[in-house]
């Protein structure tokens, strides 16, 4: 990941100095295959949809959620955001996706996302096992025995395995990426910055 990333930025960069368009912010021309791709299999949407495809146990991930808040207030009221876990060849991914459906199909994931974040990411908490967990969710008004029953549940089962198919037709390779209706994948190094990102994001919503 780090070597795609460094080279898309490169490559990004230098178009930028080249063109005039190296500031943050300022419009540019967005092209396919430069600053999004198609993905691999596409996944029809009923509106206007935009994914953040991300891993907890990525700081990349953590350093992009100011950007993104920044963006959500200013997004546009028929598009509908989601969030889904990128689940990789690799068992710290799958439990990480546990980990968030477990989250979300016990009704805390707007509580639990944040503070699990930067609790793991900023304050280097060792929160990786679900006793653990289940210690950590315990203000939040779940019972221990409750959250290891979900943790360990084909409910979550069955939500990791969709999560690790669109992983798979999207063509995620690296975290964060950005999926926009379900066709088209972008992220920072494509975009070249943060705010880019965003730009490049509000034009495909309307491809």
């Not at 898309?8 to 063109?19: D, P």
């Not at 459906?101 to 304050?123: N, S, V, W």
């Not at 203000?139 to 029953?149: E, L, Q, R, S, W």
Request: hydrophobic share 40%.
């Amino acid at each position: 990941m780090l070597r795609r990333t460094l080279i898309q930025f490169l490559v990004g960069t230098a178009m930028g100095l080249g063109s005039g368009t190296a500031l943050a912010g300022e419009d540019f021309d967005i092209i396919e295959g430069i600053h999004y791709k198609p993905v691999p299999k596409p996944h029809a949407t009923q509106q206007k949809t935009v994914t953040e495809i991300f891993y907890y146990g990525c700081p990349h991930c953590y350093h992009l959620e100011p950007s993104l808040d920044n963006w959500l207030k200013t997004k546009p009221a028929d598009v509908t955001f989601n969030r889904v876990p990128a689940v990789l060849n690799n068992p710290n991914w799958i439990f990480m996706a546990r980990v968030f459906y477990t989250a979300k199909e016990l009704g805390i994931l707007d509580q639990f996302h944040k503070a699990y974040f930067k609790a793991i990411q900023e304050e280097h908490k060792y929160i990786f096992t679900p006793e653990a967990l289940a210690e950590f969710v315990a203000p939040m008004g779940v019972t221990k025995a409750d959250y290891i029953a979900m943790f360990k549940s084909f409910k979550v089962d069955q939500e990791v395995q969709k999560a690790r198919r669109l992983t798979e037709d999207y063509g995620v390779d690296g975290v964060p990426a950005i999926v926009v209706n379900g066709k088209y994948r972008t992220d920072v190094p494509m975009a070249t910055s943060k705010p880019k990102l965003w730009q490049v994001v509000n034009y495909l919503l309307n491809q």
